[in-house]
């Protein structure tokens, strides 16, 4: 697993696995609150595939946040994929 060091939310984690799939990924959570992957290579009111957690639903200043720095730093994040992440294409 590696941890996404282009941006920094506080309270958010946000990693890549280091065996994924594509499309490019990263996974954030807020612990005991939500987990979602960010597509971020796509537009970003598509971005969020995934969000589910033991409180419901993120909430929509983290969420805003996530794809604000995803958008933001999208070209940063492809470089980290293709370090951190392998897929079957690697």
Known sequence: MGKVS???LD???CWFYSNEHKPPHFHAKRKGQWHITVEFLRPKSQMINRAKG???RIKK???D???DMAELYREELLKEWEQKAQT???
């Open 6 to 8: 282009s941006f920094q």
């Open 11 to 13: 309270g958010i984690t």
């Open 61 to 63: 200043t983290d969420r």
């Open 54 to 56: 033991p409180q419901g």
């Open 88 to 90: 079957d294409d690697n």
């Open 65 to 67: 946040a996530m794809l």
